[in-house]
């Protein structure tokens, strides 16, 4: 079994920030990627950056140059520090991973329960 939990979201004014982490526990061989997804009321949900084992990175339009993802491998943590936060992105905000685990030779994807980020104007 794999449980991915997030947590850190929370209520702040525009321009404040907020860290997202999310970790990733259970039977795990390898964690190739991780991922952060929004999800506002009445939307689709939407990739908003993500990180590969090498390290690379990719970030919605909307949010570059104001969010950073990160990874602690050891932990098996991803974190999402959001700055200059705006309106537009409230939402619920879900972490996602490709996961291989150990008796499987296939790579499977998880996600997280949610974390509510909203940003009052």
């Known amino acids: 079994q794999v449980q991915l939990v997030e947590s850190g979201g929370g209520l702040v004014q525009t321009g404040g920030s907020l860290r997202l982490s999310c970790a990733a526990s259970?039977?795990?061989?390898?964690?190739?990627?991780m991922a952060w997804y929004r999800q506002a009321p009445g939307k689709q949900r939407e990739l908003v950056a993500d990180v590969i084992w090498d390290g690379n990175t990719n970030y919605a339009s909307a949010v570059k140059g104001r969010f950073t993802i990160s990874r602690d491998n050891p932990k098996n943590t991803v974190h999402l520090q959001m700055n200059s936060l705006k309106p537009e992105d409230t939402a619920v905000y879900y972490c996602?991973?490709?996961?291989?685990?150990?008796?499987?030779?296939?790579?499977?994807?998880?996600w997280g329960q949610g974390t509510q980020v909203t940003v009052s104007s």
């Open positions: 996602n991973a490709d996961i291989r685990r150990p008796r499987l030779p296939w790579e499977d994807n998880y």
């Open positions: 259970g039977s795990i061989g390898n964690i190739n990627r």
